[in-house]
């Protein structure tokens, strides 16, 4: 396997810092950095990455804020030895912490004040066979990285943000706009609103930025 590394801009808080991936484990999240990089999100003092893959969003947000406390969550295992390795090589490892788990079934960790997640696209097998030939990569990679099917990722991971995003906590979306638009997040849990819709033309992809509001 071909180890990569992605440097993390030098912001105010010391050296560059690399990210350790393959390409196998690449999913998107070192274009959202591109897309975002002049946005200014609010101070929290914890943060997670659901389907984090290598932790592109999740240790880009920690370096640029210098955030004491980042959960990394995935459901597949080979990237914990990458996620251990920038966690080492940055002296990060009492800082991130990772959690093997389908969105939030195997969850055992604490609330946090902001979730980030890029997770899978497309919401039927009929959509993948449309576009899986458009993405580089093996079938079982996007397959992967980019099948929701019945949304079944999505339903539980929203019904269960409750429970793990603080009241008033934010939730950051990277979400393809025809498949998966904002409406159909808001539709999935009430306690969310809409703050913020990035749009990323000429792509088929937005950031949308929601609130929790817990009566």
């Excluded at 808080?13 to 609010?42: A, R, T, V």
């Excluded at 934010?170 to 849990?189: G, R, T």
Aim: a neutral charge; charged letters at 25%; hydrophobic letters at 35%.
């Amino acid at each position: 396997m071909n180890i990569k590394k992605y440097f993390l801009e030098e912001f105010k808080f010391g050296k560059i810092k690399p990210i350790f991936y393959s390409d196998d484990l690449d999913g998107g999240g070192m274009y959202w950095i591109e897309q975002m990089k002049n946005y200014e999100w609010p101070k929290v003092n914890s943060l997670m990455e659901m389907c984090c893959g290598p932790g592109f969003m999740g240790y880009y947000l920690k370096n640029k804020y210098n955030i004491p406390k980042l959960v990394l969550v995935d459901i597949h295992e080979p990237v914990k030895n990458f996620i251990d390795k920038t966690n080492t090589e940055n002296g990060w490892e009492s800082e991130v912490d990772f959690y093997l788990s389908n969105s939030f079934k195997n969850y055992k960790g604490p609330k946090v004040d902001m979730i980030v997640s890029n997770p899978p696209h497309l919401k039927s097998e009929e959509e993948f066979a449309k576009l899986k030939n458009v993405f580089d990569g093996t079938e079982e990679k996007n397959r992967r990285i980019l099948l929701d099917n019945e949304l079944t990722f999505h339903k539980n991971f929203l019904k269960n943000i409750d429970k793990f995003l603080v009241n008033g906590g934010i939730l950051v979306l990277l979400e393809n706009k025809i498949a998966i638009p904002s409406d159909i997040i808001l539709s999935m849990n009430p306690k969310l609103t809409l703050i913020d819709y990035i749009d990323h033309n000429p792509k088929f992809l937005y950031t949308g930025v929601f609130k929790l509001k817990i009566d």
